[in-house]
């Protein structure tokens, strides 16, 4: 039997003035935690486990699908970049005041800054540029280091689902599936059927004071998850 996840009609409500690109953001944020990641996995037939904050990390670490890397300073700077910016896109506390004009909503540097030393540290030097990513362009500007972000739509590629989570010390494996979104299947009633992964990654988070930083994307087989 297949199996069939249901869509949470309950959604946090966004500031009207952020426009559809950063309402796509926040949808696609809220079905990767609540549809496709497994956020609550049974251990030992007895006990449930939240990986709710896991998913939440991944959505976008996933969504833009870096090239796999075992040290954080060798990975892709541009996508890093990317990853904390449409993170920082998602957070509707630090995005509720952001000033909106006719090119975009404006975006400070510093916010990405912020973000970017959040979810991977500080080893990476933070260098502003502009941003591409799949079918969006998030101009910086080095006159009021800002970045202006055009109100449309955005779908990422993929979408995260959690297999399972291995906790070493300080640090967690996530073995994670990648579902692509042009596979989703949305039924009449609501319901989103259950679409295998198109890749799989074993993906390392480091645990700190106020959430995770990223270490290592590792690709793995496909047979290891079936």
Same mark, same amino acid.
């Given at each position: 039997?297949? +199996? #069939? ?8 409500? @966004?500031? %009207? ?9 926040? %949808? #696609? ?6 549809? @496709?990641?497994?956020?609550? =996995?049974?251990? *030992? *037939? ?11 990390? =991944?959505? @976008? ?18 996508? =890093? ?11 509707? #506390?630090?995005?509720?005041?952001y ?47 800002s ?11 993929? #979408?995260?689902?959690? +297999? ?42 480091k ?5 995770? *930083? ?13």
């Open positions: 039997m297949s +199996e #069939v996840y249901a869509v949470h009609k309950k959604r946090k409500k @966004w500031p %009207l003035f952020l426009g559809t690109l950063i309402l796509v953001l926040a %949808l #696609v944020g809220a079905v990767s935690i609540g549809l @496709w990641v497994r956020s609550y =996995l049974k251990e *030992n *037939n007895t006990e449930t486990v939240d990986y709710s904050e896991y998913a939440k990390y =991944l959505t @976008w670490v996933v969504g833009v699908d870096p090239e796999p890397f075992t040290d954080i300073t060798k990975a892709d700077y541009a996508s =890093l970049l990317n990853i904390a910016a449409c993170s920082l896109l998602t957070d509707e #506390v630090k995005t509720g005041d000033a909106v004009t006719e090119s975009g909503m404006v975006v400070p540097a510093e916010d990405v800054t912020a973000y970017f030393v959040k979810m991977f540290g500080t080893e990476v030097p933070v260098v502003h540029s502009s941003i591409i990513g799949y079918g969006y362009e998030f101009l910086y500007v080095a006159q009021t280091n970045y202006v972000v055009p109100l449309t739509g955005v779908t990422p590629p993929f #979408v995260p689902r959690i +297999e399972s989570v291995q906790k070493t010390g300080g640090l967690a494996v996530l073995h994670v599936g990648y579902v692509g979104t042009n596979n989703i299947e949305v039924g009449a009633d609501g319901t989103v059927a259950a679409t295998q992964p198109d890749k799989y990654m074993d993906i390392t988070l645990e700190t004071a106020d959430g995770f *930083n990223l270490i290592s994307i590792v690709t793995q087989t496909m047979g290891e998850y079936q």
